[in-house]
């Protein structure tokens, strides 16, 4: 009998076990869409575009991208695991660089952390990040003036980042803007003859075909820009693969069209087509940037 009661006991506590370890994780990370998350309405329209103004221009001036997370709470995880989970998701930081830094705030948890990525562990190791926390930070949070003491840790990380060598910050809209108005359209000039002709090129196959050279290209220009965050490069991409693409498939058009039995077009003709390309921003997105536990936390 008393075996059986051991064996049972044994059997709710794994079962128990099990439940809370899934409860553990029932805080979802929010999505990436900008420097500031605030999922508490603890900031004002003004207080967090402030300090999105801040985090935007240690970005461009450093390269280093930082983050803010207000949340109510963290649930059954500390917020170190949880921290680390928000890092791992939004993979703050220019990758390969690993610039990144991330404050998150659990506001009725009464818990804080500096999450720090490993190229930024030199210049914000986990006492001077706990320095920021108890004297920059908590002071006003225990007033609950939030605003101010995310202004004050931001502001003490910042001037730490502006005094580390880091890899010179790159331009998250290319470097055309560098180049001037005269470069630039001459850039863009000489690339849209490329794309041009490889998009006309196989009209003198068949109409449908023209519009292949420039959908492959505009992938290409997504995937160079994903990988690259130059616009530039992203535009070479889209050039040279549009004007690839237009030669084989002129080259190979009459068999491809010969095996859904479409007749080629020698004259070419009017295609009926037009091509309209157009790109948007989604907001702020991570660079890539590793996170290996650096940092510190606190409460208030």
Known sequence: MFQHGLKLSIVLFSTLFALTTLVAHDIEIPELKRRVTDLTQ???????????????????????QAAVLILPTTGQETIEQY???????????????????????????????????????????DVICKRIIDEQIV???????????????????????N???????????????S????????????????????????LTVHKYLAILPPLVGAVAAVVSYQLTSVWILAMFAMAWVTFF??????????????????RSSSSGGSSGWSSSGSSSSSGF?????????GGSSGSW
């Not at 207080?47 to 103004?53: D, H, P, T, V, W």
């Not at 939004?90 to 705030?105: A, E, H």
């Not at 997105?285 to 536990?293: H, L």
């Open 42 to 64: 603890t900031l004002s329209p003004e207080e967090l575009s402030a300090i999105e103004g801040k985090l935007a221009a240690l970005e461009k001036e450093k390269g280093s």
């Open 83 to 125: 921290s680390i989970r928000v890092a791992e998701a939004w993979k703050i930081g220019r990758k390969g660089v690993d610039d990144g830094v991330i404050l998150i705030v659990a506001k009725d948890d009464r818990k804080l952390r500096i999450e720090v990525g490993y190229g930024l562990e030199g210049v914000l190791p």
């Open 139 to 161: 002071p006003h949070f225990k007033a609950n003036e939030f605003n101010l003491g995310i202004n004050a840790g931001i502001d003490a990380i910042i001037q730490l980042i």
């Open 163 to 177: 005094g580390e060598q880091l890899p010179a910050a790159v331009s998250s809209s290319g470097d055309l803007e």
């Open 179 to 202: 180049m001037g108005w005269p470069a630039t359209l001459g850039v863009v000039a000489f690339l849209s003859i490329f794309i041009i002709v490889g998009t006309l090129v196989p």
């Open 245 to 262: 693409v237009g030669i084989v498939i002129t080259v190979l058009g009459t068999g491809i069209l010969s095996l859904f039995g479409i």
């Open 285 to 293: 997105s991570g660079g890539g940037g590793s996170f290996g536990g």
